[in-house]
């Protein structure tokens, strides 16, 4: 258990449809990470938040967004949902998050595994 | 640009043997972190070892340890006395200090352990 949790663990929705991710990092991380997991794509990164701020960002969509509040929980919302969109969601916590140091190793949670139909 | 390659899609090891997994990587950022990664058939990612660009020794936890060669940009994953439950994706990761902070991940290393 890395400590990172995630909920829902499984997500079955329309195309269309609107849906939101939620991640609960490590006691004391401050950076949350988002990644899609599809078969075809590898795991790409989407967003990093640090303390409440948006830090870095990767292939995002415009449909998808995410935040980090105050407690430092994230979400992930998804808009207008397509098939391709199906794919394992993940979300990873790191003590620090501006350096390539020990501290910035990112511990995985479970994951939520989306189905579009 | 910053990049990962594994060149090994899949491997099959026989158990208790040793296993290398391949990872190379491209940076101009002198300071940076290797990281590897077991993602197991039920589908967590599991942290194994890290390797800082400017340490001086090969990174060692348990089973694992990270053969470290700077020049030649690589970062092979040894697993000694390989384990029926050492049978997953293994992924290399790179961080950098530069640049947008973002993680880059290689493409993946299934490893298959046969009894």
């Known amino acids: 258990d890395s400590g990172v949790t995630q909920t829902p663990k499984h997500l079955i929705t329309a195309t269309g449809q609107r849906v939101t991710l939620r991640c609960s990092p490590r006691s004391g991380d401050l950076s949350v990470y988002w990644y899609q997991q599809s078969l075809d794509q590898g795991l790409q990164f989407l967003i990093q938040?640090?303390?409440?701020?948006?830090?870095a960002k990767g292939n995002i969509l415009e449909r998808f967004s995410a935040q980090q509040f105050p407690d430092l929980h994230s979400e992930l919302n998804l808009s207008s949902l397509e098939l391709g969109d199906s794919a394992l969601y993940f979300c990873a916590s790191s003590v620090e998050g501006r350096l390539a140091g020990k501290t910035d190793t990112q511990y995985f949670g479970p994951g939520t595994r989306l189905t579009v139909l | 640009a910053q990049k990962i390659t594994q060149t090994q899609p899949g491997m099959f090891v026989q158990e208790k043997e040793a296993v290398t997994l391949d990872c190379t990587y491209d940076t101009s950022d002198p300071s940076y972190g290797l990281f590897w990664y077991k993602q197991p058939s039920s589908g967590e990612m599991i942290f194994l070892i890290y390797q800082g660009s400017y340490d001086q020794q090969n990174a060692t936890e348990g089973r694992y340890s990270l053969n470290f060669q700077k020049a030649r940009k690589s970062a092979n994953l040894v697993i000694s006395a390989s384990q029926l439950g050492d049978s997953a994706m293994y992924f290399c990761a790179m961080r950098a200090t530069s640049g947008t902070y973002k993680y880059i991940f290689g493409t993946g290393t299934r490893l298959k352990v046969l009894a």
């Open positions: 938040y640090y303390n409440g701020e948006e830090r």
